[in-house]
Antibody, heavy 119, light 107 residues
Framework: QVQLVQSGAEVKKPGASVKVSCKASEYTFIGYYIHWVRQAPGQGLEWMGWINPNSGGTNYAQKFQGRVTMTRDTSISTIYLELSRLRSDDTAVYYC????????????WGQGTLVTVSS | DIQMTQSPSSLSASVGDRVTITCRASQGIRNDLGWFQQRPGKAPKRLIYAASSLQSGVPSRFSGSGSGTEFTLTISNLQPEDFATYYCLQYLNYPFTFGPGTKVDIK
């Protein structure tokens, strides 16, 4: 079935960078945008941006501009989220989601990747 | 950015109850709004799109209404699996923005 599988949990020190992967399967990889959403422990959902796997074009939330990079490798149907200059408040579960259609159907989602930033 | 608010932030209800959650946008968003359910430790799942359209496979006890700046999610005949946190999301403008969530727990 259509699936997004994310990389495993990460522990990073403040100031470091993290790169999370999201591997797509069982659908046409370049046919759907991938959005990233994060959720700090016990908190709500926060939209981070999207990447167009076909063109590589991106749209980032202003809050993350300059620190976030979304890329793709079409040869292995994988999307990457890189976040730099990590702070403790970047500790969160990071989700990728396939989004398509005029009503922005968020389906499916990856299982989430916990990134912990701690000294 | 469009700010989304939800009320209440939490509520307690019993199986079989009817529950209503409200979401408000800081400016008009037409009907470009979705509702998501999130169970603990799981990824969100969309229930409603375009404010009132039921996602395929979602039980008909879930319904949405509203347009512009005020929206509601109603769960009729609450079931045990419905105890979760619910979020609204506007997708009219970037950045997309979620409401802060409404936690529905068992009375």
């Amino acid at each position: 079935q259509v699936q997004l599988v994310q990389s495993g949990a990460e522990v990073k020190k403040p100031g470091a960078s993290v790169k999370v992967s999201c591997k797509a399967s069982e659908y046409t990889f370049i046919g759907y945008y991938i959005h990233w959403v994060r959720q700090a422990p016990g908190q709500g959902l926060e939209w981070m941006g999207w990447i167009n796997p076909n063109s590589g074009g991106t749209n980032y939330a202003q809050k993350f501009q300059g620190r976030v990079t979304m890329t793709r490798d079409t040869s292995i149907s994988t999307i990457y989220l890189e976040l730099s200059r990590l702070r403790s408040d970047d500790t969160a579960v990071y989700y990728c989601a396939r989004v398509g259609g005029i009503y922005y159907h968020f389906d499916p989602w990856g299982q989430g990747t916990l990134v912990t930033v701690s000294s | 950015d469009i700010q989304m608010t939800q009320s209440p932030s939490s509520l307690s209800a019993s199986v079989g109850d009817r529950v209503t959650i409200t979401c408000r946008a800081s400016q008009g968003i037409r009907n470009d709004l979705g509702w998501f359910q999130q169970r603990p430790g799981k990824a969100p799942k969309r229930l409603i799109y375009a404010a009132s359209s039921l996602q395929s496979g979602v039980p008909s006890r879930f319904s949405g209404s509203g347009s512009g700046t005020e929206f509601t999610l109603t769960i009729s005949n609450l079931q045990p699996e419905d105890f979760a946190t619910y979020y609204c999301l506007q997708y009219l403008n970037y950045p997309f923005t979620f409401g802060p969530g409404t936690k529905v727990d068992i009375k």
